[in-house]
């Protein structure tokens, strides 16, 4: 166990492993969350186990993880030197060559072996490729690391002691808090605590997962007074389902909150491999991403399109709303300075949906969108019985296409609608040049991706450059 004192509010997790701790096997290679180099793995109690998450030190705050057991690369071999099968696997394979990535790699695949191997379950090369998603390798290639991701399965077990790790963590549950006193970082574990300390501190930053505040820290040297974490908040990690609805809490995690959704619209997987790499979808939450309301936010998109609404609450009450109307410019919102994102309550599938999501961007994995458009069409007896449109990448927020929908509504599902809707799409909005895309390219992309999902609602197979990678990736 390791007890650390006067850690300030922003210092990040891996500065207090490398400098402060002198735990230097972990690396530090981007700092933003877009190598893996800094990978390590934290574990908490879910139920009776333990529940294993990869996460990235560099963009998580020191504090957040007071209370959970931590693994990093220095703690896979045994006392007396023995490899971990992680480590094994990696050596037999010569899946390393200047090594700067292999310690990162080597956690994300401990948390992998410990979440499934451990439990008994295969790994497959496309899991694997998924778990790694977040972790660069400039030298090696990715094929004898995930010849690795397979042998590792293969060799004698070597599991965490899980008996031993939960009676520290129950001990840990009951030790004194140091900073909580002062509020300099504060992790309230019910709602009703984090909504008074909310009213009565509305200035202090809230974090969530870190994915995107943790940016801000490192890159435009933020310092906050006061952190107000919301991922101890049993009612915000909560998920629930009934017939008509999925309720997330804001601070399930995005693998759990895309797990959630994928139950009911299991085609929404791929997407959600789309979403940054898994280290950042372990860390950062659903709520998160719907709060930062960045204009190419993956999540808002999808979300807008399945009619999501979003509660916000504090001590005055609750309300709840469409979530395209939560915002009111870049990076604005209607939350009050009191208020916090509770839930997003998603409607469940109708027998007649045909849903697709699309996401534009210069990489596969781990980047962010040039576009992002999600289409939610109900169609009854050849016609367009409701359009649904969700779009990223072409407005100072995540929007809704009103005049796309109204061209679909209504008529019939037919080559001659699509051509007016896809010219519809490409006028609806202005989108901007960056370093992602031309406004152009945005809008015939747009046009485009709506051709591409009338094809695939004829029963064409989708056979996009993104998906002939993926294939390729997994064979
Ligand atoms: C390498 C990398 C890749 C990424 N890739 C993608 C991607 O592909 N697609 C994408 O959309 N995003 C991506 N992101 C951005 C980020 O991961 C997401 O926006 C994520 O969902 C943020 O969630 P979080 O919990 O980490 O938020 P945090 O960073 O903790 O918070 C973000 C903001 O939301 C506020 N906030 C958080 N929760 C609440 C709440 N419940 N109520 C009120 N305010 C709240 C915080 O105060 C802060 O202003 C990426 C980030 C990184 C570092
Ligand atoms: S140092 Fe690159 S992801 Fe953390
Ligand atoms: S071995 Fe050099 S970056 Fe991967």
Redesign the pocket.
């Known amino acids: 166990m390791v007890s650390c004192q006067q850690v300030p509010p922003t210092r990040t997790l891996l500065q207090l492993l490398r400098d402060d701790l002198g735990l230097t096997a972990t690396k530090e290679g981007c700092n933003e969350g877009d190598c893996g180099a800094c990978t390590v793995v934290l574990a908490e109690k879910r139920g009776d186990h333990l529940h294993y998450a990869a996460v990235n030190s560099c963009i998580r705050l020191a504090h957040s993880v007071r209370g959970m057991a931590l693994w990093t690369a220095q703690d896979l071999a045994t006392a007396d030197g023995t490899p971990h099968p992680v480590q094994q696997a990696l050596l037999d394979n010569h899946a ?7 310690p990162g790699f080597a956690m994300s695949l401990f948390g992998l072996y410990q979440n499934q191997v451990c439990q008994g379950q295969s790994v497959s090369r496309e899991q694997a490729t998924e778990a790694l998603s977040g972790n660069l ?4 290639g990715y094929r004898p690391i995930l010849d690795a991701a397979q042998q590792m399965q293969t060799l004698p077990m070597a599991p965490v002691d899980e008996t031993e790790t939960l009676s520290k963590l129950e001990l840990l549950a009951h030790t004194q808090q140091g900073l909580e006193a002062d509020f300099s970082y504060k992790t309230p574990g019910t709602l009703a605590e984090l909504l008074q300390l909310r009213a009565a501190h509305p200035q202090a930053q809230i974090v969530a997962g870190c994915t995107d505040v943790g940016l801000w820290v490192n890159k435009l040297h933020k310092d906050f007074a006061q952190v107000l974490d919301l991922t101890r908040v049993t009612e915000l990690r909560q998920i629930s389902s009934d017939a008509t609805h999925l309720s997330i809490g804001a601070a399930v995690t995005l693998t759990d909150a895309f797990a959630a959704l994928e139950a009911t619209r299991p085609a929404l997987h791929a997407f959600a491999m789309r979403f940054a790499g898994a280290p950042v979808r372990n860390s950062g939450t659903l709520g998160g991403n719907v709060a930062n309301g960045s204009p190419i936010g993956d999540s808002m998109p999808l979300l807008i399109a399945l009619n999501a609404t979003v509660v916000l609450a504090s001590l005055r009450g609750s309300r709840e709303m469409a979530l395209a109307s939560l915002y009111t410019g870049y990076r604005k919102n209607v939350i009050a300075p009191d208020e916090v994102l509770t839930h997003i309550i998603v409607p469940q599938p109708e027998p007649d949906e045909f849903l697709r999501v699309y996401k534009v961007s210069k990489r596969l994995e781990d980047d962010i969108s040039a576009v992002c458009l999600a289409v939610q069409l109900h169609l009854l007896n050849g016609k367009v019985a409701q359009a649904s449109i969700g779009v990223g990448g072409v407005a100072a927020t995540p929007v809704r296409a009103h005049q796309t929908e109204a061209a679909l509504s209504g008529q019939p599902w037919n080559a001659a609608t699509v051509d007016a809707a896809m010219a519809t799409l490409r006028a609806e909005f202005q989108p901007i040049s960056d370093m992602r895309a031309s406004s152009d390219y945005r809008r015939q992309v747009l046009g485009n991706l709506l051709q591409r999902l009338w094809r695939e609602s004829q029963g064409e197979a989708d056979t996009s450059l993104a998906s002939l990678l993926v294939e390729d990736l997994y064979a």
């Open positions: 390393s060559q200047c090594g700067f990535c292999t390798c400039r030298c090696t």
